[in-house]
């Protein structure tokens, strides 16, 4: 089994989201950043307004568009404590 990821994912007032994931893509005010396991400690602001790309196992792909607020990386896994964050409007593939 390869190594995962765990992610999640809060809004303000919520839990978004939760779980373990291959790879988490974010864009902060230095640039994007993509976060697999075991990725050195890190805290960093997002950028406003931006999305957040969590990939799952199986090649499945959860967007978040995200209002402000950081993401925080360290040995349990990655947060995203964002102002607000909501599921984004499915592309065309």
């Known amino acids: 089994m390869a190594n995962q990821l765990?992610?999640?994912?809060v809004a303000v007032e919520e839990?978004?989201?939760s779980?373990?994931?291959?790879?988490?893509?974010?864009?902060?005010?230095?640039?994007e950043i993509g976060v697999l396991p075991h990725h050195a400690p890190?805290?960093?602001?997002?950028?406003?307004p931006?999305?957040?790309r969590v990939k799952?196992?199986?090649?499945?792909?959860?967007?978040?568009?995200v209002t402000g607020g950081f993401l925080s990386v360290d040995a349990d896994g990655v947060t995203v404590l964002a102002e607000s964050a909501s599921p984004a409007e499915p592309?065309?593939?």
Request: hydrophobic share 40%; charged share 25%; no cysteine.
């Open 19 to 31: 779980g373990d994931a291959e790879m988490l893509v974010a864009r902060t005010t230095e640039g």
């Open 91 to 93: 592309e065309s593939r």
């Open 42 to 48: 890190l805290l960093g602001l997002l950028k406003e």
């Open 6 to 9: 765990h992610v999640q994912v």
């Open 56 to 65: 799952l196992a199986g090649g499945e792909q959860l967007t978040y568009d």
């Open 15 to 17: 839990k978004i989201w």
């Open 50 to 52: 931006s999305q957040v």
